[in-house]
């Protein structure tokens, strides 16, 4: 392709064809089979250390490699693991970003004053209970103190004592 005549230099050839002369003079070199051994039975390694233990990183399988007598630094088993394309699994920043498919609950509180302790307090179906009707209009608490609320049954069912059904006044 190239050839060295004295009618066209080296320089204006490798300019016409558009390459580098360092890529013209370079040589391969030839490929080192013991090295190439020594790499894929460390990938193999690797390649066991991770589906056995999945959450290690480069740090921890290049010490469990040297306890095992292989000799391989971080810096080759992080190499050799992003070459195989494999990492370790373990939780990913921002977790506790909203999950935009779920329903924002409304805060149904809001421009409510209380006026005593414990007035607002909500229920599971997040109806204050303020909201309820009084048993004893006379008193100044929202409810008898008798009178509980148990979401065992239902969620606004009320339980008072000493009585047999349940919302009944005692």
Do not use: W
């Amino acid at each position: 392709m190239i050839e060295r005549n004295k009618s066209l230099s080296v320089r204006r050839q490798c300019e016409l064809l558009g390459i580098n002369r360092s890529s013209l003079y370079y040589t391969p070199a030839k490929p080192n089979l013991e090295a190439l051994r020594r790499k894929e039975e460390l990938m193999r390694r690797i390649d066991f250390l991770h589906t056995t233990h999945p959450y290690m990183g480069a740090r921890k399988v290049a010490i469990m490699l040297q306890r095992e007598g292989y000799s391989a630094s971080r810096k080759i088993v992080r190499r050799l693991m992003e070459e195989m394309g494999i990492c370790a699994v373990y939780p990913r920043a921002n977790l506790s970003k909203r999950n935009f498919k779920e329903s924002i609950v409304p805060y149904l509180l809001r421009g409510v004053t209380p006026y005593f302790p414990n007035k607002e307090r909500t229920t599971p179906t997040a109806r204050p209970i303020s909201s309820l009707p009084r048993t004893s209009p006379s008193r100044h608490r929202s409810m008898p103190a008798s009178t509980t609320f148990s979401t065992r049954h239902s969620p606004m069912t009320m339980i008072t004592p000493f009585t047999d059904a349940p919302g009944e006044p005692a």
